[in-house]
């Protein structure tokens, strides 16, 4: 393989070649994904991310994009660096090494944070269960498996069940609801599920900045005492739409929290979604689950109609 050359992230000027990169690999890799500046701006301007450091790019002697790394590091961090690494390769240079020179930085960008914060390392990746060669990459760099994801899709075309709330439960959207409560609900929500960290009010208000953010598909239940017990954020792109010619839309994420459990709570939630991104025309809602997911979602999405598409792998390796 040609000498490549790697550098960081720059900013604003990097983000159209990197797009033009990530939809080229996704021609070939067909992930039902388009991607959009838009998008990439958001998710690299994230306040837990410092793209100088976690986002590297590698060009061939052309001055050609040929490959992108980003790691994700969770602030704050308490017992354990837990990094993700997520990265792309041009199709064309596939299975040359590159892949291997991306792992190696994010392993050792992981190191450094590890003995930055002196905690334990570990280096997180992910692929679905058909990309056998990805797969093959990740344990032959020593990473093996640790825990499956679903994705699932249901048609809005079918009738959708009308939600039955207990009583005195009140629903509010984005419009109507107090940012720094929904915070502390989610992270009560999700404090006993896997590879849990808490969410600060910084981050949930940028990305509530997104351009595509729509607050009438942001639903939180109210109990009778005041306390945000319940959620649904759903999420429409219209760019990514309009791209594939399709009408999706996303159930992101939908918790209830811990004390309401078992009350229909989740159900409810659910379903509100469902007839909201209907009602905004969308004929089909996808959403993703943790196949261990504690409190039988998985179940509750196969009720309502949810059927898996297919499986995502998350693959790990202490750095040590």
Same mark, same amino acid.
């Given at each position: 393989?040609?000498?490549?050359?790697?550098?960081?992230?720059?900013?604003?000027?990097?983000?159209? $070649?990197?797009?033009?990169?990530?939809?080229?690999?996704?021609? =070939?890799?067909?992930?039902?994904?388009?991607?959009? @500046?838009?998008?990439?701006?958001?998710?690299?301007?994230?306040?837990?991310?410092?793209?100088?450091?976690?986002?590297?790019?590698?060009?061939?002697?052309?001055?050609?994009? =040929?490959?992108?790394?980003? =790691?994700?590091?969770?602030?704050?961090?308490?017992? #354990?660096?837990?990094?993700?690494?997520?990265?792309?390769?041009?199709?064309?240079?596939? +299975?040359?090494?590159? /892949?291997?020179?991306?792992?190696?930085?994010?392993?050792?960008?992981?190191?450094?944070?590890?003995?930055?914060?002196?905690?334990?390392?570990?280096?997180?990746?992910?692929?679905?269960?058909?990309?056998?060669?990805?797969?093959?990459?990740?344990?032959?760099?020593?990473?093996?498996?640790?825990? %499956?994801?679903?994705?699932?899709?249901?048609?809005?075309?079918?009738?959708?069940?009308? $939600?039955?709330?207990?009583?005195?439960?009140?629903?509010?959207?984005?419009? #109507?609801?107090?940012?720094?409560?929904?915070?502390?609900?989610?992270?009560? !929500?999700?404090?006993?599920?896997?590879?849990?960290?808490?969410?600060?009010?910084?981050?949930?208000?940028?990305?509530?900045?997104?351009? !595509?953010?729509?607050?009438?598909?942001?639903?939180?239940?109210?109990?009778?005492?005041?306390?945000?017990?319940?959620?649904? +954020?759903?999420?429409?792109? $219209?760019? /990514?739409?309009? +791209?594939?010619?399709?009408? #999706?839309?996303?159930?992101?994420?939908?918790?209830?929290?811990?004390?309401?459990?078992?009350?229909?709570?989740?159900?409810?939630?659910?379903?509100?979604?469902?007839?909201?991104?209907?009602?905004?025309?969308?004929?089909?809602?996808?959403?993703?689950?943790?196949?261990?997911?504690?409190?039988?979602?998985?179940?509750?999405?196969?009720? @309502?109609?949810?059927?898996?598409?297919?499986? %995502?792998?998350?693959?790990?390796?202490?750095? #040590?």
């Amino acid at each position: 393989m040609a000498t490549l050359t790697m550098r960081p992230y720059q900013g604003e000027t990097d983000l159209q $070649p990197i797009v033009n990169l990530l939809n080229t690999c996704e021609a =070939i890799d067909r992930e039902d994904i388009y991607y959009t @500046v838009s998008s990439l701006k958001l998710e690299l301007t994230s306040p837990n991310l410092r793209p100088e450091l976690d986002v590297k790019l590698w060009y061939n002697d052309a001055d050609q994009l =040929i490959g992108f790394g980003q =790691i994700w590091l969770p602030d704050p961090m308490v017992d #354990e660096v837990d990094a993700y690494l997520w990265f792309r390769v041009h199709p064309t240079l596939r +299975h040359q090494g590159l /892949e291997q020179d991306i792992i190696t930085w994010a392993e050792g960008r992981t190191w450094q944070v590890g003995q930055e914060q002196n905690l334990p390392a570990k280096l997180s990746l992910s692929c679905r269960d058909y990309q056998r060669n990805q797969i093959g990459l990740f344990e032959a760099t020593g990473f093996t498996w640790e825990r %499956s994801f679903f994705r699932m899709k249901r048609s809005l075309t079918e009738p959708i069940p009308e $939600p039955i709330f207990p009583k005195g439960y009140t629903l509010l959207t984005g419009q #109507e609801f107090e940012v720094s409560a929904w915070v502390e609900m989610h992270n009560q !929500t999700f404090i006993d599920h896997w590879n849990f960290h808490p969410m600060t009010l910084e981050q949930a208000n940028h990305w509530l900045s997104d351009p !595509t953010y729509r607050p009438d598909l942001d639903l939180v239940a109210v109990a009778p005492d005041g306390t945000y017990a319940a959620f649904c +954020h759903n999420h429409i792109d $219209p760019e /990514e739409n309009q +791209h594939r010619k399709c009408l #999706e839309g996303w159930v992101g994420m939908l918790g209830t929290r811990r004390g309401y459990r078992r009350l229909g709570l989740g159900r409810a939630m659910l379903l509100s979604g469902l007839h909201r991104l209907q009602a905004a025309g969308m004929d089909t809602a996808f959403l993703g689950v943790d196949s261990q997911n504690p409190n039988q979602a998985y179940s509750l999405y196969e009720s @309502v109609g949810f059927r898996r598409v297919y499986s %995502s792998f998350c693959y790990s390796k202490a750095i #040590e």
